[in-house]
Nanobody, 115 residues
């Protein structure tokens, strides 16, 4: 069992930056692939970025070059550094842990990009 708690969301102006954190509790964090997903109002949840258990990242085309995912296995935490934020990045951001047929989700953190 893995519990995930996101933090770091908020209101930011276009072009600004935010860093999201996802703290995990439970065993064997290091063997899980971790990811960030987002869901905007009226839209389906979509993948933002994932990182494998050995640290290989993958990004949605819409965030490549602007977002960076990383993980610290000692702290059981995954991060999402978001730069050059755009209005269309506004969404609830969810942390995900996955391994084989197991998936765990956090409660989400709101990111609003607005002037």
């Amino acid at each position: 069992q893995v519990q995930l708690v996101e933090s770091g969301g908020g209101l930011v102006q276009p072009g600004g930056s935010l860093r999201l954190s996802c703290a995990a509790s439970g065993s064997f964090f290091s063997i899980y692939a971790m990811g960030w997903y987002r869901q905007a109002p009226g839209k389906q949840r979509e993948l933002v970025a994932t990182i494998t258990s050995v640290g290989v990242p993958n990004y949605a085309d819409s965030v490549k070059g602007r977002f960076t995912i990383s993980r610290d296995n000692a702290k059981k935490t995954v991060y999402l550094q978001m730069n050059s934020l755009k209005r269309e990045d506004t969404a609830v951001y969810y942390c995900n842990a996955a391994r084989l047929n197991l998936q765990y989700w956090g409660q989400g953190t709101q990111v609003t990009v607005s002037s």
